[in-house]
């Protein structure tokens, strides 16, 4: 895992070290500890979709209600009909590949198992961003959609409290539950020690009447850094200006590990 991550942070620093990020809207990085902020660039409290960073949330419902088990049950199989827009997504899933792979349709199924109350009733207890989980206007799709570029929207700074509520242990939720999370969660560990956890996230942008733009993208890459007694949050947010043909999760990700090392070797 060591090797590995270490030569995909080699190619990372070389294709975005010494310039930024053209479409880098937010980076946020903090000690989780001190509650102190380390770098800050960009709009960092405009609220957008979580995308599939949600799913950071939806671990902690889904180890804390018993719809998961653990990192290998329940490994769920895929059916005709279930969102599968990525190769990966058409097969069994578990709640290790589920983080690994971003599966929307095992989410949607924890959501469904939920039920609306149950799983506003977690929203509203995490505070988490607006809150909303209405869904699409007029469409009635809030409990699988809502934070699907949608009406559940939250900002890198609300990112970042809802971390550190995780680091900290603060959230109503079970031990297994943040001890699973933080398992699936792994990222791989940097050659000097940190060890990563993380989540990316992409959707569509929103245009101004808040209809999504198909050919701009939105990508998040957000999470935590460990090292012995030491946590930094780190925080990663990009929108594309135009149509790109990688995923924009994907390239916060590799600007975000590209940048990592030399943040965290002043800590």
């Known amino acids: 895992m060591r090797t590995r991550l270490a030569l995909s942070l080699a190619i990372s620093t070389l294709l975005f070290s010494g310039s930024a990020f053209a479409g880098t809207m937010c980076t946020l990085i903090t000690d989780a500890g001190a509650n102190k902020v380390i770098k800050q660039e960009g709009e960092c409290d405009q609220r957008l979709s979580p995308a599939s960073t949600f799913k950071i949330a939806l671990s902690l419902m889904g180890f804390d209600s018993g719809f998961l088990v653990d990192t290998k049950l329940p490994a769920l199989p895929f059916h005709e009909g279930y969102v599968a827009s990525i190769a990966s997504w058409r097969n069994t899933t578990d709640p290790t590949s589920w ?29 988490y961003g607006n809150q909303d989980i ?27 409290t809802f971390l550190r509520q995780i680091i900290h242990r603060q959230l109503k939720v079970s031990p297994q539950a943040y001890d699973m999370t933080d398992e699936i969660l792994k990222v791989g560990t940097l050659p000097d020690g940190w060890e990563i956890r993380g989540k990316t996230g992409s959707g569509n942008a929103l245009k101004a009447d808040g209809t999504r733009d198909p050919d701009r993208q939105l990508g998040w890459f957000v999470g935590w850094a460990k090292k012995a007694d030491k946590t930094v949050i780190f925080v990663r947010n990009i929108q594309d200006d135009k149509k790109q043909d990688s995923f924009a999760s994907i390239r916060a990700r590799e600007s975000m590990m590209a940048d990592l090392p030399a943040i965290l070797s002043n800590q």
């Open 134 to 160: 209405s869904g699409d206007k007029g469409k009635d799709n809030g409990l699988t959609n809502s934070w699907l570029s949608s009406s559940l929207k939250i900002s890198p700074q609300e990112q970042t």
């Open 99 to 127: 983080m690994k792979n971003s599966v929307v349709w095992y989410s949607q199924r924890l959501t469904e198992w939920l039920g609306t109350d149950r799983f506003q009733r977690y929203v509203t207890e995490f505070k």
